[in-house]
């Protein structure tokens, strides 16, 4: 190859190089969702009208971060790290605050009930980031998804583990407080769009009112339930109107990913946080 045809193949990867890093999102919702354009109303955060959520493999996508987590011997506690290429850790002062929190860590159970938690880890001074393992979760390998922004680049980070299991401790299951009406979705095929509208209700008798939850009315994720492939998605609701009434109806839009059954997790806010869980099935 002549040096003329070096300087220009090296050009032409630099400006592809570039292009491509200038069309990557620059905040969380703006990967999580495409179109980001929220609306705020009393300072609760909602997703705009034409955003969609997506599903995503962070292992997949391969994140500049590499995730590791430590148990305590009872199993209890856990401290994640999160390095970079370069080797160095993540501190506190580099993860830019986002829906009221720095780190979001999904967790689920890699195999039985499929039980999930939203836990949110806190920055010690060594870079680690400490957070507390739900007893209902212990003694499982567990499925962790993490997303957080840097504060550096303004962009989100995505990445995966595997955790594995720990010593089992007790769990006495929690009555649920709340339940899930019915769920109606626009579309079911795979790469549609589907506007899924979750109806809620309280105890017989009661009215739930929604407050907000790290700065959103709601938060619903997605998992692959049948079959092993690894991915999750982080939705936040739509403005529709019908989240302020007594038995309030919760809208996401998100482009369906490749057929199967899905868990679909609500974690809501009624003075008390609780997790519902309902099933979405995607068709060919």
Not at 72 to 94: F, V
Not at 173 to 187: D, G, K, Q
Request: one cysteine or more; hydrophobic letters at 40%.
């Amino acid at each position: 190859m002549t040096p003329l045809r070096q300087t220009a193949l090296i050009s032409a990867l630099a400006v592809a190089g570039y292009a491509g890093l200038r069309s990557l999102p620059d905040t969380q919702c703006a990967f999580l969702h495409a179109d980001h354009e929220p609306v705020v109303v009393d300072g609760v955060e909602f997703c705009g009208v034409n955003e969609e959520a997506n599903f995503y493999s962070p292992a997949a996508l391969r994140f500049p971060v590499r995730p590791a987590v430590t148990l305590s011997s009872d199993g209890a506690i856990a401290e994640l790290r999160l390095t970079k290429d370069d080797g160095h850790p993540y501190y506190a002062h580099e993860v830019a605050v986002s829906h009221t929190r720095k780190v979001h860590l999904h967790l689920r159970r890699a195999s039985g009930d499929r039980s999930y938690a939203h836990v949110h880890p806190e920055p010690t001074d060594d870079g680690s980031w400490r957070f507390v393992i739900p007893a209902a979760l212990r003694g499982s390998t567990l499925e962790a998804y993490l997303d957080f922004a840097d504060v550096r680049t303004g962009r989100i980070m995505l990445a995966q583990l595997l955790i594995p299991a720990g010593p089992a401790a007790p769990s006495v299951p929690t009555p649920l407080r709340n339940r899930i009406v019915s769920v109606e979705a626009s579309a079911l095929r795979t790469g549609e769009t589907a506007m899924i509208r979750v109806r809620l209700a309280g105890r017989p008798g009661g009215a739930l009112r929604l407050r907000p939850i790290m700065g959103a009315l709601g938060h619903a994720v997605v998992f692959s339930a049948d079959k092993p492939e690894a991915g999750y998605a982080h939705m936040h609701p739509t403005l529709e109107g019908g989240e302020y009434a007594d038995d309030p109806t919760l809208a996401f839009r998100f482009r369906l990913p490749s057929p199967g059954t899905y868990d679909l997790w609500i974690n809501l806010n009624d003075g008390e946080e609780e997790l519902l869980r309902t099933t979405l099935v995607v068709t060919p």
